[in-house]
């Protein structure tokens, strides 16, 4: 398994540095975050909170590549704005929500998959995935102890990532609901 190239636990119960736990260096800045919630895996560490103002900044990944995953435990606590970000890369890379709390993805600025049909249950954990490939993506998601995936077959042309990107939101919204365990791979 490769290891990530970013992964932000997001275990800390107080200050204002989001730990990237790879080693290389991404750590992020808490923004208007609760810190210290239950994690997704009860005993196993913890999750952040997030209130559509809140979210995490980090600093430029400078991906400069189309063959990516991006992973995180969700927990939407009701109905989301449509587009509000999981993780949203600069140059508008990253997942986001559909309308009707789908899951969806934004690439690279020119490729929109808001509505993939996979729709994230409120009030419980769901575990997300994004692979993004040169000639196609696909969102996973587990849910209620069962896998489901959609897949867009598009050019997805090699996005830069050379801004600051943040986890809880987005251009267009906020998340609301708890977040554990985003990785960058």
Not at 61 to 70: E, G, H, R
Not at 99 to 116: A, E, M, R, T
Request: glycine share 14%.
């Amino acid at each position: 398994i490769a290891s990530p190239l970013a992964y932000w636990k997001l275990d800390e119960t107080s200050g204002s540095t989001a730990l990237d736990s790879s080693g290389n260096g991404y750590d992020g800045t808490y923004n208007n975050c609760v810190l210290g919630l239950p994690g997704a895996t009860p005993g196993t560490g913890n999750s952040v909170g997030f209130n559509g103002s809140a979210n995490i900044s980090v600093p430029p990944l400078n991906l400069n590549n189309n063959t990516v995953t991006i992973t995180a435990w969700i927990n939407p606590n009701g109905l989301q704005n449509q587009y509000a970000g999981v993780f949203y890369g600069s140059g508008g890379s990253g997942i986001i929500f559909g309308s009707g709390n789908q899951l969806g993805y934004f690439w690279n600025f020119s490729i929109q998959y808001p509505n993939s049909g996979l729709v994230l249950p409120t009030n419980q954990w769901s575990y997300v995935a994004l692979v993004i490939e040169p000639t196609q993506a696909r969102l996973y998601m587990i849910s209620n102890g069962m896998l489901t995936s959609a897949t867009n077959y598009a050019a997805h042309a090699v996005a830069a990532l050379n801004g600051t990107s943040v986890i809880g939101s987005g251009d267009f919204g906020g998340f609301n609901g708890q977040l554990d365990e985003v990785s960058f791979y």
